[in-house]
């Protein structure tokens, strides 16, 4: 899938009948960094698939998306 991470190889015990969701969160970046596409991983004059974001603003976001669609989390001053 274009513009999505692959998994390192490990290995999981799922023994449930259940169906089984991991979310990967990395809660320790520096908030005011701005994420962003380095220019060496674009072809020349090829523009940024997504546009830079603030690493608060991005977790935010992601709070927003997932848990907001379960009822147990509101992110403050969100639309």
Known sequence: MSG???????RVTHTSD????????NYN???D?????????RAQGEMEKYAP?????YI???YQ??????GVYQVAGAA
């Not at 259940?18 to 969160?25: C, E």
């Not at 960094?33 to 991983?41: D, G």
């Not at 998306?65 to 379960?70: F, K, L, N, S, T």
């Open 65 to 70: 998306d997932v848990y907001a669609r379960a």
């Open 53 to 57: 974001i603030k690493v608060e603003d």
């Open 4 to 10: 999505s991470y692959i998994s390192n190889v490990h």
């Open 29 to 31: 970046g520096n908030p």
């Open 33 to 41: 960094y701005v994420i962003k596409c380095i220019e060496s991983c």
């Open 18 to 25: 259940a169906d089984r969701y991991t979310i990967v969160f």
């Open 60 to 62: 935010k976001r992601k």
